[in-house]
């Protein structure tokens, strides 16, 4: 069942980031992350007695790191998507934001995976980075920031996923608990710094559905680490940028070019191949 929630966990990713796209359209980027991670909180405080786990300090200290790593390399990663190129930024993101975890629980946690699955991990990563980028965007020599800051905010994205996984196995979903609360303050008193506006309008409800299926991308992926590998949970949820992307051809009517749509392919067959192995 891990893979099969893990991949659950990406399409719900794919979704919350493509609705949530459109909502930072209408608003500022900081005003959808705040609004989304009061409302996933929100969303799964009604659900903690129904679920399964006890509340413990470790469970909530180590999901709020986890919520400051996914804060953080957020608001890298906007800032950054804002200077471009694009082109850069996203694919180095998305791809870090999946190595990290990959090579942790390979080298640290010791996740065995089977010759096919190793395969897989290469043609996902690979697939990824060709999904993420930008047609036509210029890269030169001189992009050092950028390919700086896709890193950082991979490697944040990435730290995100190992502490989640590091909870206490207990501790049921009160580690995302720990995880919205920090965010939600950290991004609230950031805005207070900058004097910037919380009021979403007529975001509101694109910010909602974000919020909602993202607190949901995050329960199904905490599940696909309790009962699987670190390592192959994170990757198959760090596919999100192939849903988000079909999801904004089918809606927005954005095309694909040839290569992105090689990439998408090559995702299927990494999904195919890690579930198989």
Known sequence: MSPLLALGASLSYGVADFVGAVAARRASALTVTLGMQTVGLLALLPCLPFLPGSPSTSAVVIGAVS????????IVYLRF??????????PLAAVTGAAVPVAWGALVLGDELSILQLAGVALALVSVVVVARVP???VHAADIGAV????????????FFIAL??????SGM????????ASAVGLALV????????????ATPFILGAGVTDMLANVLFLLATRGGLLSISALLSSLYPVIALLLARRVLRERLDPVQSSGVVGALIAMGMLVAG
């Open 67 to 74: 919520g400051a790593a996914g804060t953080g390399g957020l």
């Open 191 to 202: 805005m207070r710094m900058m004097a910037r506006s919380i009021r979403p309008g007529t």
């Open 148 to 159: 700086i800051g896709g890193l950082s905010a991979g490697v944040l994205f990435g730290g």
């Open 174 to 181: 009160w580690p995302l608990v720990g995880a919205r609360v």
């Open 136 to 138: 036509d965007s210029a």
């Open 81 to 90: 998507m804002a200077r471009g190129p694009i082109g850069v930024v996203s």
């Open 165 to 170: 996984d590091a909870t206490p196995a207990d």
